[in-house]
């Protein structure tokens, strides 16, 4: 089993930055692919970025803007968001992606409110 916790949610004015982190307990393998989603308001989960290896991939409406990290050792991910916009209001969720199985492991999400 795994367990994911996310922090650095919060509220920032459009232009600003924000650094979300997600803690996973449990074993995180290296072919495991770590990830950010979020969900506006009325809207479906979408998928923000994730990151296996060495290889990232990012929504088009956050690229250039955002940037997703992995330490495996601590079995972190990091999303570092700047240049926020109001519409990157949402709640954001951390996933893991087991391909064994497979097996989707979801955080309980944090709020990030841009303000314009």
């Known amino acids: 089993q795994v367990q994911l916790v996310e922090s650095g949610g919060g509220w920032v004015q459009a232009g600003g930055s924000l650094r979300l982190s997600c803690a996973a307990s449990?074993?995180?393998?290296?072919?495991?692919?770590m990830g950010w989603y979020r969900q506006a308001p009325g809207k479906q989960r979408e998928l923000v970025a994730t990151i296996i290896g060495g290889s990232t991939n990012y929504a088009d409406s956050v690229k250039g803007r955002f940037t997703i990290s992995r330490d495996i050792a601590k079995s972190t991910v990091h999303l570092q968001m700047n240049s926020l916009k109001p519409e990157d209001t949402a709640v954001y969720y951390c996933?893991?992606?087991?391909?064994?199985?497979?097996?989707?492991?979801w955080g309980q999400g944090t709020q990030v409110t841009v303000s314009s």
């Open positions: 449990g074993s995180i393998f290296t072919y495991d692919t």
């Open positions: 996933n893991v992606h087991r391909p064994v199985g497979p097996r989707h492991y």
